[in-house]
């Protein structure tokens, strides 16, 4: 049978596209390949009911995490400190650089460059980033007023931008997280203990030594700008100590960047060299307890001999 000759126009032939796009989605959707959310937690109580959703950065690698039958049981979730790359963006490109509307947008232009860098090279199939939204407004400065004290606020031109940097990835498909009284360390440690208590790791994405306290087994820190990725034993190359005791370290050396005092006459070297040595902060607040008692024993003797 001799087969009929179709002739297809230009609009005929863009519907026909359409037409196959949709049908091609709705069969993967049917298939369970798209799937954009895999977890869902909630931050805490008292963070305004924020959700911790972590949506797939990809459709495309769910797939062909699909037809790889050999797939490891976990999921690498990539946790992003924003803010840093914001200023550093800010600070780096010049205030020339504006939006069609006029406004100031150096932050915007190298912080999406940023994200999209990250993205183009890690290919993260789970990705949130977590932002600070105030300076003076953390539960710490209830505790401590001074801190942070030392710290500039953004200025207007800035502030403005941190916002569409927000609007600009949450555009992309990624969470976003940012609370009044908690930081963004605080949501990125909220949202490393939900992932990993479920059985899967994360990428701590930072060059705050703070983050250090969070390295595990399943949790490894990577400082983007510098390429440096810290395991249990990079931290201890890095700080001098494990993981675990980072926050005795600080608590004993303190944090001029936060504002925060440490012991009196106890530098970076000497908190280092008393935690290899006692272990822990409690273990050397013991001793020193004894050490003050054994000084007293000996002033109250030598006046009590004189």
Same mark, same amino acid.
Request: net charge positive; proline share 4%; with cysteine.
């Given at each position: 049978?001799? *087969?009929?000759?179709? %002739?297809? /126009?230009?609009?005929?032939?863009?519907?026909?596209?359409?037409?196959?796009?949709? =049908?091609? *989605?709705?069969? =993967?959707?049917?298939?369970?390949?798209? /799937?954009?959310?895999?977890?869902?937690?909630?931050?805490?109580?008292?963070?305004?009911?924020?959700?911790?959703?972590?949506?797939?950065?990809?459709?495309?690698?769910?797939?062909?995490?699909?037809? /790889?039958?050999?797939?490891?049981?976990? $999921?690498?979730?990539?946790?992003?400190?924003? =803010?840093?790359?914001?200023?550093?963006?800010?600070?780096?490109?010049?205030?020339?650089?504006?939006?069609p509307e006029g406004r100031q947008s150096n932050a915007v232009v190298g912080f999406a460059n940023f994200v999209l860098k990250y993205i183009a090279e890690e290919k993260p199939t789970h990705i949130a980033l977590c932002f600070d939204r105030s300076l003076t407004t953390s539960f710490r400065n209830d505790i401590y007023p001074d801190y942070k004290s030392n710290r500039a606020l953004p200025p207007a031109e800035l502030k403005g931008?941190?916002?569409?940097?927000?609007?600009?990835?949450?555009?992309?498909?990624?969470?976003?997280?940012?609370?009044?009284?908690?930081?963004?360390?605080?949501?990125?440690?909220?949202?490393? %203990?939900?992932?990993?208590?479920?059985?899967?790791?994360?990428?701590?994405?930072?060059?705050?030594?703070?983050?250090? $306290? +969070?390295?595990? !087994?399943?949790?490894?820190?990577?400082?983007?700008?510098?390429?440096?990725?810290? /395991?249990?034993?990079?931290?201890?190359?890095? =700080?001098?100590?494990? !993981?675990?005791?980072?926050?005795?370290? +600080?608590?004993?050396?303190?944090?001029?960047?936060?504002?925060?005092?440490?012991?009196?006459?106890?530098?970076?070297? %000497?908190?280092?060299?008393?935690?290899?040595?006692?272990?822990?902060?409690?273990?050397?607040?013991?001793?020193?307890?004894?050490?003050?008692?054994? +000084?007293? *024993?000996?002033?109250?003797?030598?006046?009590?001999?004189?």
């Amino acid at each position: 049978r001799k *087969c009929r000759t179709v %002739t297809i /126009n230009r609009s005929s032939h863009i519907f026909l596209m359409i037409a196959w796009q949709f =049908l091609t *989605c709705w069969c =993967l959707q049917q298939s369970g390949c798209i /799937n954009m959310v895999i977890a869902e937690r909630a931050v805490s109580r008292r963070t305004s009911g924020a959700r911790a959703t972590i949506r797939k950065a990809s459709p495309k690698a769910s797939g062909r995490a699909l037809q /790889n039958s050999a797939k490891p049981s976990y $999921q690498v979730v990539h946790l992003i400190d924003a =803010l840093p790359y914001v200023f550093r963006a800010y600070f780096a490109l010049p205030d020339s650089i504006k939006d069609p509307e006029g406004r100031q947008s150096n932050a915007v232009v190298g912080f999406a460059n940023f994200v999209l860098k990250y993205i183009a090279e890690e290919k993260p199939t789970h990705i949130a980033l977590c932002f600070d939204r105030s300076l003076t407004t953390s539960f710490r400065n209830d505790i401590y007023p001074d801190y942070k004290s030392n710290r500039a606020l953004p200025p207007a031109e800035l502030k403005g931008q941190i916002a569409r940097c927000k609007k600009f990835v949450e555009a992309l498909g990624i969470a976003c997280f940012d609370d009044k009284r908690y930081e963004a360390d605080d949501l990125i440690a909220t949202l490393v %203990t939900s992932v990993t208590a479920a059985g899967h790791k994360c990428i701590v994405v930072s060059n705050d030594k703070d983050m250090c $306290q +969070l390295v595990g !087994p399943q949790v490894v820190m990577y400082d983007f700008a510098k390429g440096e990725r810290y /395991n249990e034993a990079g931290v201890v190359k890095k =700080l001098g100590v494990k !993981p675990a005791q980072v926050v005795d370290l +600080l608590a004993l050396m303190g944090d001029a960047v936060d504002c925060i005092p440490g012991v009196r006459g106890i530098g970076s070297k %000497t908190a280092v060299h008393l935690l290899k040595k006692f272990k822990s902060l409690d273990a050397v607040t013991k001793l020193s307890s004894v050490v003050s008692l054994l +000084l007293q *024993c000996v002033e109250y003797h030598s006046r009590w001999e004189a």
